[in-house]
Antibody
């Protein structure tokens, strides 16, 4: 079965950087686009970024564009999110999610358990 | 960006009730809409995609309908395990956006 396991969350000061990882198993990772979606404490869901199955295309939410960078290593079945210049409003649980119909946008048919990022001095 | 508006924001219902949640898109999205269920402390779970297609393993009491700008998620007979928050998501174009959520609570 599909398994997505995020790691790398923690407490970080404003302006600093953090790198999240997502280890995938149970499906052909290199065939699917992968997304990051976040959820601030007590709030709704916010899409963050997507990377195409082959790593050639990526899209970002305006709120993170220029600060966050999504990448993937298909040889290691791993998705990453490099987060720079972190702000307090980046505080959230970050989920990696497997995408379907990604070229138009699409939906998320499997999710990890999430990793909490807290940006605080 | 496409804005997604869900209503109601919360609903109180009893086991066995029929529950309907609506979602409106700020512009037409054809049938590019998904619905998710989220329980406290857990990741969201895909219920419905392409407006009305039931994700594998999801009980048939869940159904979706609509196209264009107006969509509906219906739970035909609410079960104890259905008390959760439900989100719609437009899948038509980037940036992908979600509705604000509907919390289904026990009456």
């Amino acid at each position: 079965q599909v398994q997505l396991v995020e790691s790398g969350g923690g407490v970080v000061q404003p302006g600093r950087s953090l790198r999240l990882s997502c280890a995938a198993s149970g499906f052909t990772f290199s065939s699917y686009a992968m997304h990051w979606v976040r959820q601030a404490p007590g709030k709704g869901l916010e899409w963050v970024a997507v990377m195409s199955y082959d790593g050639k295309k990526q899209y970002y939410a305006d709120s993170v564009k220029g600060r966050f960078s999504i990448s993937r290593d298909n040889s290691k079945n791993t998705l990453s999110l490099q987060m720079n210049s972190l702000r307090a409003d980046d505080t959230a649980v970050y989920y990696c999610a497997k995408g379907r119909e990604w070229e138009r946008g699409g939906w998320f048919d499997s999710w990890g358990q999430g990793t909490l990022v807290t940006v605080s001095s | 960006d496409i804005q997604m508006t869900q209503s109601p924001s919360s609903v109180s219902a009893s086991v066995g009730d029929r529950v309907t949640i609506t979602c409106r898109a700020s512009q037409g999205i054809s049938r590019w809409l998904a619905w998710y269920q989220q329980k406290p402390g857990k990741a969201p779970k895909l219920l419905i995609y392409a407006a009305s297609s039931l994700q594998s393993g999801v009980p048939s009491r869940f159904s979706g309908s609509g196209s264009g700008t107006d969509f509906t998620l219906t739970i035909s007979s609410l079960q104890p395990e259905d008390f959760a928050t439900y989100y719609c998501q437009q899948a038509n174009s980037y940036p992908l956006t979600f509705g604000g959520g509907t919390k289904v609570e026990i009456k």
